[in-house]
């Protein structure tokens, strides 16, 4: 069974800001024989509702989503794909950016206080996630709104009580905490992006716990209870409806069954699963699977990854999951040294690739940026040139005042040019680039040259990649290039090319044919499918 991309014109007429494009379930041959979903908010919005059908039916197809948690909400930008280190360390690695990407809201900030919430760069980046045809995701770690000091602090049983309690300064803190999530929510909405919405994961932790909202001061009741006040007073204030509630208990916690808010609360449920040792999960029995199966909700691996001083292989997740536990519609796994590309001391994670590759993924398809220069960002990108003192070095410039020449957003990678003879290269590229590009067709970028520049003509431009322990040159074609609003498209077709999965270095080379050449360079929306 295919799937495929397409259009939600149902979602697009709702929301006129942008055309929604998301992956849903689609033969034919499946139609008629697809189990229904309904959204517990009765006001979802018709994409809301296809997405949670299409994760719902996505077992049958014998697919899952992968998935990889991108950041917390004051760390990452709003460059598309890339705006988060670990998304773009990811592609890096592997070839594949993941199908859905998880960011969080918190309150690192202003830890100290019971109010605050931050959702900083988190709305704007899944924004341009989801506008690339991902699912994305929104966790949330809420300072204690009894006291403040972060997440972690613990409550007490009367404090617990005072939380659920209307008129005291708890429940006027969490509410106020509550209300700027609803209006995080609702930036994303009135872009047309459905969310994930996956608040006070690991309830069922006990003693301790990881955080206020589990641990001993805590009984399910309590927490179901917390739950279900949050969802109205969230969902009350949606104005686009845009969100699926994802509960997400602990494998390694208490019976995840006492601390169910209820068929009404949850659309998905979940499992938060951490190996503590080399040989534990997947290969160790993943207990309460069966559990968070039984509220019949859709349901995903919110997140794997390991905990300890060992090196963890990634690459027994597909099969297990294929063969285990083929009701999960997704997985998505943790980043850092917990994650697939993780080191912890001399312990390094293996099984990335294996992971983003398996036959059954669901990875974000199309054409990806790789490099957009946005922000005054380089995105590792550098200079070199085979005249010494011709070329200056290389940053990223803002056509704010249309002068300099982006082609997408509002920034491109520039150096100038001093006197380069003909012949002579100047060089824009990612050197130790260290990326799996196996599977991928194409190439391409953007190039153009200032107004200003002596002579107007005689440039050209070619991309080019290195490939293989001896970082072999293969090179697209050399294209003329003038200044113009657009820009001049480069485009490289790796068919054919070898050890397309160990490319060292990209980049693009200007060249000048006829006569010595000054002024300014660009390249910009270095782009890959």
């Known amino acids: 069974m295919r799937l495929r991309w397409v259009l939600l014109f149902a979602a697009a007429l709702l929301f006129s800001a942008m055309p ?26 018709p994409a809301t509702a296809a997405e949670l059908n299409y994760l719902g039916n996505l077992p049958g197809t014998g697919r899952f ?30 070839g594949e950016y993941p199908g859905l990407v998880e960011c969080d809201y918190n309150g690192f900030g202003n830890p100290s ?11 704007s980046y899944l924004e341009g996630y989801w506008g690339h045809g ?12 009894v006291q403040g000091g972060g997440y972690a602090t613990g409550l007490t049983a009367a404090q617990v009580t005072e939380l659920r309690t209307s008129g005291t300064a708890a429940y006027a803190n969490w509410q106020q905490q509550l209300t700027a999530v609803a209006a995080a929510l609702n930036q994303l909405g009135a872009a047309g992006v459905t969310v994930i919405f996956r608040p006070l994961m690991e309830m069922n ?36 409806h845009n969100v699926l509630w994802d509960w997400s208990p602990d494998q390694d916690g208490a019976d995840p069954a006492a601390y169910y808010p209820g068929a009404a609360y949850v659309d998905i449920t979940g499992l938060d699963v951490y190996a503590l040792s080399a040989s534990g999960y997947p290969t160790k029995s993943i207990s309460n699977y069966a559990k968070v199966l039984e509220p019949g909700k859709p349901f995903g691996f919110n997140e794997i990854g390991m905990q300890g001083s060992f090196s963890y292989d990634f690459s027994r997740w597909p099969a297990a999951i294929a063969s ?51 922000g005054g960002s380089t995105d590792g990108w550098g200079d070199w040139t ?35 003879n003909p012949g002579q290269q100047a060089i824009f590229n990612d050197y130790g680039f260290y990326q799996d590009l196996a599977g991928k067709t194409e190439l391409s970028a953007t190039v153009n040259v200032a107004s200003w520049n002596q002579p107007a003509t005689g440039m050209t431009a070619q991309l080019y990649v290195r490939t293989g322990s001896s970082g072999t040159w293969h090179s697209g074609p ?52």
């Open 386 to 420: 085979s005249q010494s003192g011709a070329m200056s070095s290389a940053w990223s410039v803002s056509d704010a005042d249309g002068t300099d020449r982006a082609s997408q957003g509002q920034y491109a990678l520039k150096a100038n040019i001093t006197s380069l």
């Open 324 to 374: 285990t536990y083929p009701k999960a519609s997704f997985f998505l796994s943790w980043n850092g040294s917990n994650g697939s590309l993780g080191t912890n001391g001399s312990y390094q994670n293996t099984g990335g690739r294996a992971l983003m590759n398996a036959s059954q993924d669901v990875n974000l398809t199309g054409s990806h940026l790789i490099a957009g220069f946005e």
């Open 205 to 240: 932790e006990t003693g301790s716990g990881w955080f206020w909202w589990n641990g001993s001061g805590w009984t399910g009741n309590d927490y179901a209870a917390v739950w279900q006040q949050m969802y109205a007073t969230i969902t009350s204030k949606l104005t686009y």
């Open 65 to 94: 989503l992968t998935g990889y948690f991108a950041g917390w909400s004051n760390t990452g930008s709003s460059s598309p794909l890339s705006g988060y280190q670990d998304i773009a360390d990811l592609f890096h690695a592997t």
């Open 478 to 529: 050399a294209v003329p290039v003038t200044n113009s609003a657009a820009g001049t498209t480069l485009t490289m077709s790796l068919s054919g090319i070898p050890n397309l999965d160990d490319v060292t270095e990209i980049g693009v080379v200007f060249v000048p044919t006829t006569t010595a050449a000054s002024g300014a360079l660009y390249v910009d929306n270095v782009t890959i499918q």
């Open 20 to 45: 929604v494009t998301v992956i849903v379930s689609a033969d034919p041959a499946s139609a008629g024989t697809e189990t229904q979903f309904t959204p517990v908010d009765p006001q979802a919005a």
């Open 113 to 123: 206080s019971p109010t605050y919430v931050d959702s900083g760069s988190c709305d």
């Open 134 to 145: 991902g699912v994305v995701e929104v966790g949330f770690h809420p300072n204690n709104p």
